[in-house]
């Protein structure tokens, strides 16, 4: 056997220290607490497995939803109609919105002490310095300095990681694998980090940090009369059957086959290494950011962004959903059939921030091809046919068991309610949910549910609304003869007409953008997730 040489090793870790050094003058120039990621992309990018595919850490990460996070319009509209509601409450309010959405600005600002503002940043722009680590969005600090204490406990909800202290001098930067001296060299020179070893990366509660959300329901004058469980898709996981077989990391970051490299400047090659590219179930948001790319200063080219758009679609369409047709027949001038919707994540279908909804279009043909009867339309304006929300913002529509017009449409969403029970889309305001009856994950039991995800509504007591599906029944009056023919979709869109239009009455420049931009959009707001058809 070969001697090793003991003077190798630290050779090694010299002669890539001094790699650091590579740099662009201005990056090794930055001192910043929390680095950004343009230092991490310099030796995380242009990396392929032996098979030739790109799995660069940097070019994935870059036109995902995580990445553009502070540049999303919709979340920039949305703080702005808030603070404007509340107006005394202004700061508070962009400081608690950027913890998650512009977290290594949040946490630079959280060690200087004080709090993250977020208008008197906009727009944002690449080209300023001070801007780099607000436009940066859920980069690779957030995560990675991120320490294990307490991650998937109430104590780290709401985006309320554990960092080290800035002036600790040997600050860890944690990754899934041992590190090696070359690696540990590189880190310590160029960020001044301490590379380690950490499993908490690969586990739910990581994600649970800012993917579980309460929000301080707040009255007129601006003063916490309440809590309100916005976005709780990490406890819907820890109630469902996924939480002893499948974690977050599992399905939103997808496996790369065989083993590839982490890093350049021979990098050892590691099994089990996951792409950066986080899908997830927001198209429509990467759609706008490759349209209006140059206004929101987007960094990826719009066709990156139009590919990831695309990805997220593919996501959505293979691992979401599945849809059946059962018991057909006619019987009295009625055709009756049964669609049942099986739930194939993690957590409620839809989940996590409300504007987003799924709903069943169905349409009956005769034999000519003509449609006889059609439930759940999509409108070229993004609206649904006979849903009672889109055309009204004060009502909503019911869950159906039986759905026996065409009026009637199967809608899985959450409907907001404030103190005296009216409908919203104001977060601040909302105190309760009036329904709530997002597809279940398998294994979703309605009755023990705590009451921050509790099914709301007439789909608490529908015994075909059970965990991991939803059957939802139709009677329809047929007086055609002959053949007929049945289609169901499962139709999904993140931000619904009226979580959109009811931005309209606010002045302020964001509102109004993202209203003009819904509008252009609409027709591409919604996508089919999965289909079935029958006939008798």
Not at 511 to 524: K, M, N
């Amino acid at each position: 056997m070969a001697r090793r040489n003991p003077i190798r090793p630290l050779v090694l870790a010299l002669t890539l220290a001094s790699l650091a050094f590579l740099m662009p003058a201005a990056l090794r120039a930055q001192k910043p607490p929390f680095p950004v990621s343009t230092r991490c992309v310099t030796c995380h990018n242009n990396l392929k497995t032996a098979k030739g595919q790109d799995v660069s850490i940097g070019s994935a990460w870059r036109t995902s939803i995580m990445a553009n996070s502070s540049r999303d319009p919709y979340w920039q509209a949305s703080v702005r109609r808030e603070a404007l509601d509340h107006a005394s409450a202004a700061s508070s309010i962009e400081n608690e919105c950027a913890t998650c959405h512009m977290p290594v600005q949040h946490l630079a600002d959280k060690a200087a002490g004080h709090d993250t503002v977020v208008f008197s940043r906009l727009p944002l722009d690449a080209a300023h310095d001070a801007d780099e680590a607000a436009l940066d969005g859920v980069s690779c600090s957030a995560c990675h300095e991120a320490q294990p204490a307490g991650l998937g406990t109430p104590d780290s909800y709401n985006g309320n990681l554990t960092v080290a202290p800035v002036d600790q001098h040997d600050r860890p930067i944690f990754g899934p694998y041992p590190p090696d001296a070359r690696a540990i060299a590189m880190h310590t020179a160029s960020a001044g980090l301490t590379l380690a070893q950490s499993d908490h990366l690969r586990q739910a509660g990581l994600c649970g940090s800012c993917h579980t959300l309460y929000t301080t329901t707040l009255d007129a004058a601006g003063k916490p009369v309440g809590r309100f469980p916005e976005q709780m898709p990490y406890v819907e996981w820890l109630h469902s059957d996924y939480k002893d077989k499948q974690i977050c990391q599992q399905c939103h970051m997808p496996a790369i086959a065989g083993s590839a490299p982490d890093a350049l400047f021979n990098s050892p090659s590691h099994d089990g290494l996951r792409l950066h590219s986080f899908p997830g179930a927001n198209f429509f948001m990467q759609t706008l950011l490759s349209t209006h790319h140059d206004e929101l200063a987007v960094n990826p080219k719009s066709t990156e962004l139009d590919s990831a758009a695309a990805e997220t679609r593919k996501f959505l369409q293979s691992q979401t959903a599945h849809l059946s047709l059962s018991a057909l027949s006619v019987s009295n001038g009625k055709l009756a059939f049964a669609v049942a919707v099986q739930n194939l994540t993690g957590h409620k279908f839809p989940t996590a921030f409300p504007s987003r909804r799924a709903w069943l279009h169905v349409t009956v043909s005769d034999a000519s091809g003509h449609i006889v009867f059609e439930s759940g339309k999509l409108n070229d304006d993004g609206s649904i046919a006979g849903n009672l929300n889109d055309a009204d913002p004060a009502r909503y529509s019911p869950h159906y068991t039986t759905i026996t017009a065409p009026d009637q449409v199967q809608i899985f969403e959450p409907i907001l309610g404030d103190a005296q029970d009216h409908v919203t889309t104001a977060l601040l305001t909302a105190t309760h949910y009036l329904k709530d009856n997002r597809i279940l994950p398998a294994g979703f039991d309605k009755s023990t549910a705590s009451p921050d995800i509790a099914v709301r509504g007439k789909a608490a007591t529908d015994p075909d609304f059970t965990g991991g599906s939803a059957t939802t029944r139709y009677e329809i009056p047929v007086s055609a003869p002959g053949r007929l023919v049945v289609k169901a979709e499962l139709l999904y869109q993140p931000v619904g007409f009226r979580w959109a239009h009811n931005l309209a009455p606010y002045k302020a420049a964001e509102p109004q953008r993202f209203v003009g931009y819904y509008e252009q959009a609409s027709r591409q707001s919604a996508i089919v997730i999965a289909e079935a058809k029958g006939s008798l």
